[in-house]
C-alpha cells in the first residue's frame, strides 16, 4: 500500500497521541494525559492496541537495549522502566518537588543510550520546564533549564547533533553532543516560527539527517534540510499534530499522532493517527541502556 496523501491509520480517537517509535516491526505511542501505552504491527490500518495504562501521564518511552518488552518511561513526575511483566519501577523522581505542579513530557534515548526527558507546569509557565539526561550508574542532570514546554529531542545518526524543540516559543535549537558523556555544548538557534505556523512539537531525523517536524496548530508536518531550508509542507487533516516517526517495513512511512485536548469543537480525524509515504528513510529506534537494577 502505497500512501501519496495523509491516511486515517487507525479508527481510534486519541486524546493527545505523542512518543510515536518504530520498534521491532511494530509503532508504539502514547495517549498522553490518558497514561496509555499503545501498538500496531499491522501493515495496513487496525485498530491499536492497548500494551500498559498508568495513572499518571506518559510522555513518551524508549525501548531498554538487551530487555525486550522493557520500556524507559517518561511518566509522572519522573522517569520509571515498564517492565514486560510486574509493575512499574520508578528509577528518578525528576520533578516532585517543583515550585508549581508539573509533569514529564516528551522523551526519547539517543544512539548512546543516554535517556533524555523534558518536563513542563501544568499551567505552561514559561520557563517552568526543563530538559533531564540519564545515564545508568549516574545521577540524574540537568541539561537544559529555561524552557516552556521542550518537545523532542531529536539526534541523527551519529548522536552527536540534538534538535531540541520548545513548543509555544516556537524554537528549535541545535546542540552539539559529546556521544560518551552526553554533555551538550555549541547551542544555536535552528527555527524561529511565527505563531501562525504552529507551534513545533514532535521531532524526528532522517537518514540524510533531515529535520521532520510536527506543528501543533499548525495542521501540518514539515521536513527541513540542515541548513534551515524548508524542504516540504504536508497538510493534515487534523490540527494539532503532536508526535511522528519514520517507520514501515522500509522506514519510509511517516507516522503522525494528533490530538483532541483543548478543541471545543473536534473535527473528524482530530486524535486520529495519520500516515503518509515519504522519498527518505528514516533512523532505527535508538534504545536505552539498561538502568542499574
Known amino acids: 500500500m502505497e500512501l501519496t496523501e495523509p491516511t486515517v ?26 497514561g496509555r501505552l ?20 506518559l510522555g513518551a518511552v524508549a525501548p531498554v537495549a538487551g530487555r525486550p518488552g522493557d520500556w524507559l518511561a517518561a511518566a509522572g513526575t519522573g522517569v520509571t522502566v515498564l517492565t514486560a511483566a510486574g509493575d512499574p519501577r520508578p528509577v528518578a523522581d525528576l520533578v516532585a518537588d517543583a515550585p508549581e505542579p508539573t509533569r514529564m513530557n516528551d522523551a526519547v534515548a539517543d544512539p548512546h543510550g543516554h535517556f533524555w526527558a523534558g518536563s513542563m507546569a501544568y499551567a505552561m509557565t514559561p520557563g517552568g520546564g526543563t530538559l533531564f ?20 529531542p531529536a539526534f541523527d545518526a551519529t548522536g552527536t547533533t540534538m534538535y531540541l524543540a520548545d513548543t509555544p516559543r516556537g524554537e528549535i535549537d ?6 560518551a558523556t552526553g554533555e551538550l555544548s555549541g547551542r544555536e538557534p535552528f527555527l524561529r516560527l511565527p505563531s501562525a505556523d504552529g507551534g513545533p512539537d514532535g521531532m524526528t531525523v532522517d537518514a540524510a539527517g533531515h529535520l521532520w517536524i510536527a506543528l501543533w496548530g499548525g495542521a ?42 483543548g478543541l471545543s469543537t473536534p473535527g473528524p480525524e482530530d486524535g486520529a493517527l495519520l500516515a503518509v509515504d515519504v522519498p ?3 533512523l532505527p529506534a535508538a534504545r536505552a541502556a539498561a538502568p542499574v537494577a
Not at 10 to 26: K, P, Y
Not at 133 to 152: C, E, F, K, S, W
Open 174 to 179: 541545535r546542540f552539539s553532543v559529546d556521544p
Open 133 to 152: 539526561r540519564l545515564t545508568p550508574g549516574a545521577a540524574p542532570v540537568t541539561a537544559v533549564t529555561g524552557l516552556t514546554i521542550p518537545n523532542g
Open 220 to 261: 501540518a508536518v514539515r521536513h527541513y534540510r540542515p541548513d534551515g531550508t524548508l524542504e516540504q509542507e504536508i497538510r493534515l487533516p487534523a490540527k494539532q499534530p503532536a508526535g511522528i516517526c519514520l517507520g514501515g517495513p522500509d522506514l519510509r512511512r511517516l507516522f503522525i499522532g494528533t490530538a483532541r485536548v
Open 280 to 282: 527518505v528513510p528514516g
Open 38 to 57: 499503545l501498538e500496531t504491527d499491522s501493515d495496513a490500518p487496525a485498530p491499536l492496541r492497548e500494551v500498559r495504562r498508568l495513572d499518571v501521564p
Open 9 to 34: 491509520w487507525s479508527t481510534d480517537r486519541l486524546e493527545l497521541g505523542e512518543g510515536l517509535r518504530w520498534v521491532d516491526h511494530r509503532l508504539v505511542l502514547v495517549d498522553l494525559l490518558a
